[in-house]
């Protein structure tokens, strides 16, 4: 069982937006703002979407957006697009003993 | 650019020790911030953290795989070594190596995985 808690699967149509929530406690989440999100598509490795809750790296489209309320990250994406189908996970700082814990992952379907 | 490459056994039998080497380019791990994390993900299952090392040689653990997990770096050479005891079944996993910053505690750059097995 994976420490950070995201939803299996979220789908959404072409041009819609899409939330995948991850929950944690305040001891990982809700204490610190080092939350990530990574995009995994099949067979590949993954690429960070976005770090520190809501900063995209250079190269990521603005479509994606990160924020944090509470205990609870969420990933938001824009006009969805067909390439956006992947598995999202999200990572936190869970302080200095566990220090990082990823979520059990999101299978975003576009329909 | 920043890339890394894990390198190791495909296969290993159960109770062996697993050593994974991650070598790398385009960054140094003598430079201050700089890291290097390893994280594994069983077929079809999610990703989980294993260790870090840091430039200062500062090491951080998996609490449940701690005492089966050691991370070491030699900075002449660009690599970063994984070793992990007592290989069980449940440890066929991809495990990947991945470029870390400390003052954002994110991964940025991946290698492309290796698939280790673990079976008699």
């Known amino acids: 069982q994976s420490a950070l808690t995201q939803p299996a699967s979220v789908s959404g149509s072409p041009g819609q937006s899409i939330t995948i929530s991850c929950t944690g406690t305040?001891?990982?989440?809700?204490?610190?703002?080092?939350v990530s999100w990574y995009q995994q598509h099949p067979g590949k490795a993954p690429k960070l979407m976005i770090y520190?809750?809501?900063k995209r790296p250079s190269g990521v489209s603005n479509r994606f957006s990160g924020s944090k309320s509470g205990n609870t990250a969420s990933l938001t994406i824009s006009g969805l697009q067909a390439e956006d189908e992947a598995d999202y996970y999200c990572?936190?700082?869970?302080?200095?003993?566990?220090?990082?814990?990823f979520g059990g992952g999101t299978k975003l379907t576009v329909l | 650019q920043i890339t890394l490459k894990e390198s190791g056994p495909t296969l290993v039998k159960p109770t062996q020790t697993l050593t994974l080497t991650c070598t790398f380019s385009?960054?140094?791990?003598?430079?201050?911030?700089?890291?290097v994390g390893w994280i594994r993900q069983p077929p079809g299952k999610a990703l989980e953290w294993l260790a870090l090392i840091y430039w200062n040689d500062d090491k951080r653990y998996s609490p449940s795989l701690k005492s089966r997990l050691t991370i070491t770096k030699d900075t002449s050479k660009n690599q970063v070594v994984l070793t992990m005891t007592n290989m069980d079944p449940v440890d066929t996993a991809t495990y990947y190596c991945?470029?870390?910053?400390?003052?954002?505690?994110?991964?940025?750059?991946w290698g492309q995985g290796t698939l280790v097995t673990v079976s008699s």
């Open positions: 991945a470029h870390s910053r400390l003052r954002t505690l994110d991964f940025d750059y």
């Open positions: 520190d809750v809501s």
């Open positions: 385009g960054f140094s791990l003598s430079t201050s911030g700089v890291g």
């Open positions: 990572c936190s700082y869970a302080g200095s003993s566990t220090f990082v814990v």
């Open positions: 305040s001891s990982d989440v809700g204490g610190y703002n080092y």
